[in-house]
């Protein structure tokens, strides 16, 4: 079983940018498939992006992106760190929501964009962009 911490949400102004971080606790964190999703205020969850599970960070890993998040986000990850991060650029007021973070065992092969595509939850960062 692995725990998911998110950090680094905040307020920015449009046009800005944040890097969220998600720590997992527990082995064999390559092992794992991370996604990130998020969540305005009385809508659904919706997919954001993810990347594959990959033994070693430093070698390619497939990614899966939003069609809102495509040339704005990038996922990556660092295995040694076990640390998954969402670097996010010329936000947007309509980016404003919780973002959460995921992961599960099954690779990118399968259904992503589902919230019960994905196992583990972290409790979200809020981000908040003002125009």
């Known amino acids: 079983q692995v725990q998911l911490v998110e950090s680094g949400g905040g307020l920015v102004q449009a046009g800005g940018s944040l890097r969220l971080s998600c720590a997992a606790s527990g082995p064999s964190f390559g092992s794992y498939a991370m996604g990130w999703f998020r969540q305005a205020p009385g809508k659904q969850r919706d997919f954001v992006a993810a990347i594959n599970n990959s033994p070693d960070s430093s070698a390619y890993a497939r990614t899966a992106y939003a069609d809102f998040g495509k040339g704005r986000f990038a996922i990556f990850r660092d295995n040694p760190k076990n640390t998954v991060y969402l670097q996010m650029d010329n936000l947007k007021p309509e980016d404003t929501a919780v973002y959460y973070c995921?992961?599960?065992?099954?690779?990118?092969?399968?259904?992503?964009?589902?919230?019960?595509?994905?196992?583990?939850w972290g409790q979200g960062t809020q981000v908040t962009v003002s125009s």
């Open positions: 995921a992961a599960r065992m099954v690779g990118l092969e399968y259904p992503t964009t589902q919230t019960y595509n994905w196992l583990y």
